[in-house]
């Protein structure tokens, strides 16, 4: 062991420069696909440590939506065998405000759950029994970052804090933060029993009308219960009416673990964070490509060194070295090289890990970077690794005689690098196809976010605290006489934020109809602000006293719902009041680009959660005057509670998170790649240079030019470049319109975006090049011909 470490370190000092090359590529190389293998490994055990996860199912209706009405659980709980355990689930209407003790009021997030919610889910408790936490209203569990947040300290079980400065919670139990690889979220959580006695008289038909479809219904079944049969049961003890929407063979029951990769019709629920496979799978091909990069480097400076190995072979052989010695010696080697470019990979993980985190928004259990599973199966992996990649050139190089060794030298090096230049091409390959994606997917979510359908330029939202809420004509006013607002609105939606869907009787001519729809409240100063253009029909305006309860649909509301023409129909609200359809406006995307455009149904009612705020000016310092005046008068008005304040257009852009959290990723790990082939074609022009010194020389003593000697060194990796060019276009092409299959509304695969990954990849490559290659052009050809 001590002589193959001497011998490790007699290499470097000889070549320190490829080498080092080499061990830093192999070493960045590793870092990736550890950062990457244990995010992917999160993401694809999401909700595996819950105890029952496995008996666990979310209902989802015939329709793919995941919203159900409170009715269903009290209807069919305790008649269906094999059905253990029922559990309906909500996010708050509206962000909650904490408040214990005279602190500082916060914000936070609230879930609300039936009483049997641990029986199904499985947390580390810090403080209290879950087993009895929301058998009581008005009782609830919190994380331990918001105990800390509310009252210093995660010994807070018994002691009381304000919900919206209005309702006391009980705090029943403390537990930890729920991991990263889960989909349900939380920091606070409460009983179905507090959420009726907080909700107040006017939420009383979510808990007895089946179109309200507020919650997510989970259920825990017996052991070796199918679901199907669960389905059956369940649909008949559904009215008539509702049928459509539980029959048996549309409906179904998702297992827990495979929640977080569905893709439902109805999204929204807050409290449910979903995931992409595809984009996992992506990531996880984008280490292999940068693994792939990085044992290209190490097999090509590898055989850049085969002369000083045959050499040094031929007289270990001679001074009587035996076969399986040197085998032994050669293989332990490799090991050391990749061990020792194992452990500072693990140090760069370290090092970049946090701030990577916060740039790309990928979270995961960092506990897993140290787990001994981890450490074992790297292990194991780079003692594969170092073997796989040694073991020909070793069995060759000892199986040979040893004369044989010390007479082979510049035609078995020419025979490697020749070898070396095919590798060098799958390496530029592999860069020109991640440059193109990354191109990809940022043209994906530019066009995204310019074809909404709707004006977001200049326009702020602000959320109505409790206090703003009831002072809503008051800041309406403040803000009419701001010289900066063009105009005012108040209204239910908010990009990104939680909207209703109601599914309800229409009145037609031919009778009546059951649809399904989103829906909120805006004034009618919303169409024009957010420019919604009007297909037929008329908007309702303030001039009219009879266009209360009016409506307006979308183009897919007549469409999904198969209406020919909705106007003048009649929606039965669940108040009792029946709301009127005057006009419909132009398809316009109000969630994510990604899902298809659902009905939605605007009303003209009273109940709003924002108002929007059109400026005058595109001014960035009047903006920011304008936005902290704004700030000040909505403090006035809502001392006690928090308010929210956002651009409409930054909140557009965060539904797109996801995307552009990929795209993150995509681009850094992408770079990776280039960075460890361009320390590859560093490395290899440098042994090219060294190699072909005395060339070169002979060459400027008859009068080469560096021009000429310039072009001479770069021609080959230029060749390179464009063959792996050619050979990108296809495979980035596949990928690219495998890609784009996952997105309802996509944008086209351009030309320039091949045309562009060529040229920076071609760019990079040259400079790389030309960096060593012009120092070997401008040398004194005396010092390289003086031993001639």
Same mark, same amino acid.
């Given at each position: 062991m001590l002589s193959v470490i001497k011998n490790i370190i007699r290499n470097f000092i000889t070549r320190p420069a490829i080498n080092l090359i080499n061990l830093t590529g192999l070493s960045l190389s590793l870092a990736v696909v550890i950062i990457l293998a244990v995010y992917c490994y999160s993401e694809l055990t999401t909700d595996r440590f819950h105890k029952n996860g496995d008996r666990v199912y979310l209902y989802v209706k015939s329709s793919g939506g995941i919203y159900t009405p409170g009715v269903l659980k009290e209807t069919i709980d305790n008649k269906i065998p094999g059905i253990e355990t029922i559990v309906r689930m909500a996010g708050a209407w509206e962000q909650p405000v904490f408040e214990a003790d005279g602190g500082e009021p916060i914000?936070?997030?609230?879930?609300?759950?039936?009483?049997?919610?641990?029986?199904?889910?499985?947390?580390?408790?810090?403080?209290?029994?879950?087993?009895?936490?929301?058998? &009581?209203?008005?009782?609830?569990?919190?994380?331990?970052?918001?105990?800390?947040?509310?009252?210093?300290?995660?010994?807070?079980?018994?002691?009381?804090?304000?919900?919206?400065?209005?309702?006391?919670?009980?705090?029943?139990?403390? !537990? &930890?933060?729920?991991?990263?690889?889960?989909?349900?979220?939380?920091?606070? #959580?409460?009983?179905?029993?507090?959420?009726?006695?907080?909700?107040?008289n006017g939420a009383e038909g979510e808990f007895t009308e089946w179109g309200w479809n507020n919650f997510q219904t989970f259920f825990l079944l017996e052991k070796n219960m199918e679901p199907d049969r669960s389905i059956k049961s369940i649909a008949e003890f559904?009215?008539?009416?509702?049928? +459509?929407?539980?029959?048996?063979?549309?409906? +179904?029951?998702?297992?827990?673990?495979?929640?977080?990769?569905s893709r439902f019709t109805l999204f929204g629920a807050d409290y449910l964070r979903f995931g992409n496979k595809v984009r996992v799978m992506i990531l996880l091909v984008v280490a292999t490509l940068?693994?792939?990069?990085?044992?290209?480097?190490?097999?090509?400076?590898?055989?850049?060194?085969?002369?000083?190995?045959?050499?040094?072979?031929?007289?270990?052989?001679?001074?009587?070295?035996?076969?399986?010695?040197?085998?032994?010696?050669?293989?332990?080697?490799?090991?050391?090289?990749?061990?020792?470019?194992? !452990?500072?990979? @693990?140090q760069i993980v370290a090092v970049v890990n946090p701030g990577l985190s916060d740039f790309t928004g990928i979270r995961f259990n960092s506990g897993l970077l140290y787990s001994r599973g981890l450490i074992l199966l790297?292990?194991?992996?780079?003692?594969?690794?170092? !073997?796989?990649?040694?073991?020909?050139?070793?069995?060759? #190089?000892?199986?040979?005689?040893?004369v044989d060794n010390l007479k082979k030298s510049v035609a078995v090096e020419k025979k490697n690098f020749s070898f070396s230049s095919i590798l060098v091409t799958?390496?530029?390959?592999?860069?020109?196809?991640?440059?193109?994606?990354?191109?990809?997917?940022?043209?994906?979510?530019?066009?995204?976010?310019?074809?909404?359908?709707?004006?977001?330029?200049?326009?702020?939202? @602000?959320?109505?605290?409790?206090?703003?809420?009831?002072?809503?004509?008051?800041?309406?006013?403040?803000?009419?006489?701001?010289?900066?607002?063009?105009s005012t609105s108040f209204c239910q939606y908010f990009p990104g934020k939680v909207i209703s869907q109601w599914g309800v009787d229409l009145q037609m001519k031919e009778g009546k109809k059951q649809v399904n729809f989103h829906t909120f409240n805006a004034e009618p100063e919303f169409f024009p602000m957010l420019g919604l253009q009007l297909v037929k029909g008329r908007f309702y305006t303030r001039d009219l006293v009879t266009d209360k309860g009016k409506i307006i649909v979308n183009e897919s509301f007549a469409r999904e719902n198969k209406i020919e023409d909705p106007l003048g129909c009649k929606i039965f609200g669940f108040d009792g009041n029946e709301y009127e359809i005057i006009g419909i406006v132009r398809d316009f995307h109000f969630e994510s680009f990604n899902t298809p455009i659902a009905p939605l149904a605007i009303l003209s009612g009273s109940y709003f959660s924002h108002c929007l705020v059109n400026f005058n000016t595109r001014d960035f310092s009047t903006l920011k005057k304008s936005l902290d005046e704004i700030k000040s008068i909505?403090?006035?008005?809502?001392?006690?509670?928090?308010?929210?304040?956002?651009?409409?257009?930054?909140?557009? &852009?965060?539904?797109?998170?996801?995307?552009?959290?990929?795209?993150?990723?995509?681009?850094?790990?992408?770079?990776? $790649?280039?960075? @460890? +082939?361009?320390?590859?074609?560093?490395?290899?022009?440098?042994? $090219?240079?060294?190699?072909?010194?005395? &060339?070169?020389? !002979?060459?400027?003593?008859?009068?080469?030019?560096i021009s000429e000697i310039l072009?001479?060194?770069?021609?080959?990796?230029?060749?390179?470049?464009?063959?792996?060019?050619?050979?990108?276009?296809?495979?980035?092409?596949?990928?690219?319109?495998?890609?784009?299959?996952?997105?309802?509304?996509?944008?086209?695969?351009?030309?320039?975006?091949?045309?562009? $990954?060529? @040229?920076?990849?071609?760019?990079?490559?040259?400079?790389?090049?030309s960096f060593q290659t012009l120092r070997a052009a401008t040398r004194n050809p005396v010092e390289a011909l003086r031993y001639e």
């Open positions: 914000t936070s997030d609230l879930l609300f759950a039936d009483d049997g919610f641990f029986n199904l889910f499985s947390y580390n408790v810090i403080d209290g029994d879950l087993r009895s936490a929301l058998s &009581e209203p008005m009782n609830a569990v919190v994380t331990r970052s918001l105990s800390e947040k509310i009252f210093g300290t995660t010994r807070s079980v018994g002691r009381n804090f304000k919900l919206n400065n209005d309702k006391l919670l009980t705090v029943s139990a403390v !537990i &930890e933060e729920p991991p990263a690889n889960s989909c349900i979220n939380f920091s606070a #959580l409460t009983s179905i029993a507090t959420r009726k006695i907080t909700q107040g559904v009215p008539d009416k509702e049928k +459509s929407n539980y029959k048996e063979k549309g409906a +179904s029951l998702t297992r827990l673990e495979k929640v977080y990769f940068v693994l792939l990069v990085a044992l290209v480097n190490y097999i090509n400076i590898s055989s850049s060194q085969w002369n000083a190995k045959i050499k040094q072979t031929g007289l270990m052989k001679v001074l009587g070295a035996r076969k399986a010695e040197l085998m032994k010696n050669m293989l332990t080697e490799s090991f050391l090289f990749f061990l020792a470019a194992l !452990i500072i990979g @693990i790297s292990l194991i992996s780079v003692l594969i690794l170092s !073997i796989a990649f040694s073991i020909i050139p070793v069995i060759r #190089l000892t199986s040979s005689r040893a799958v390496q530029f390959t592999i860069a020109m196809s991640l440059i193109a994606f990354t191109f990809l997917v940022q043209k994906q979510v530019k066009y995204g976010s310019d074809n909404m359908g709707i004006n977001t330029d200049n326009i702020i939202g @602000i959320k109505l605290s409790q206090q703003l809420g009831q002072k809503k004509e008051v800041l309406k006013n403040i803000l009419g006489d701001k010289s900066f607002v063009r909505t403090s006035e008005l809502s001392p006690s509670f928090p308010v929210e304040i956002g651009f409409f257009d930054q909140a557009v &852009e965060n539904i797109y998170r996801s995307e552009l959290q990929f795209r993150k990723t995509f681009s850094i790990f992408s770079g990776c $790649a280039i960075l @460890i +082939s361009c320390l590859g074609i560093l490395a290899l022009s440098l042994f $090219a240079c060294q190699r072909r010194v005395k &060339e070169i020389g !002979i060459r400027k003593v008859n009068g080469a030019r072009y001479l060194l770069n021609r080959d990796f230029l060749r390179w470049v464009f063959i792996a060019f050619l050979i990108s276009i296809p495979f980035s092409w596949y990928a690219m319109n495998r890609w784009l299959q996952g997105f309802t509304y996509k944008t086209e695969i351009s030309w320039w975006i091949f045309v562009l $990954a060529g @040229i920076i990849v071609m760019t990079v490559a040259l400079i790389t090049v």
